[in-house]
């Protein structure tokens, strides 16, 4: 595999797990019939942002670069909360019990 075909592996890899995150949300959401946000979709954010910030990197994309190293800040930042707080997803709403 030559280098070109390795940084486009790695673009494809990167855009397949951001797209992935879109679906674990929906698949999740779906099975607790209500919108969530399961501590999986972050990882998948981190691991796409980081393959895809460095695809933009190699390709010194400027516009990507800056796009990507936002949302990789943020997804980081969610899962340090998430690693402090624990995996709390909103409370179940009160069924006055």
């Known amino acids: 595999m030559g280098r070109e075909s ?4 790695v673009g ?9 995150r ?7 959401s779906e099975y607790k019939k209500r919108s969530m946000i399961p501590v999986g ?3 998948l954010s981190i691991i796409g ?3 895809l910030l ?6 010194a994309d400027p516009v990507f670069i ?8 943020v997804y980081l930042r969610n899962l ?10 909103s409370p179940e709403p009160d069924k006055g019990n």
Do not use: N
């Not at 460095?54 to 390709?59: F, G, S």
């Open 22 to 28: 879109f679906v674990l949300q929906w698949l999740y």
């Open 66 to 73: 800056v796009g990507q190293s936002f949302g990789f800040i």
């Open 80 to 89: 340090q909360l998430i690693a402090k707080h624990g995996d709390q997803q």
């Open 54 to 59: 460095a695809y933009a990197i190699y390709r």
């Open 41 to 43: 979709f972050w990882y």
């Open 6 to 9: 390795l940084w486009l592996a």
């Open 12 to 20: 494809f890899v990167g855009q397949l797990a951001f797209t992935g």
């Open 49 to 51: 942002s980081a393959l």
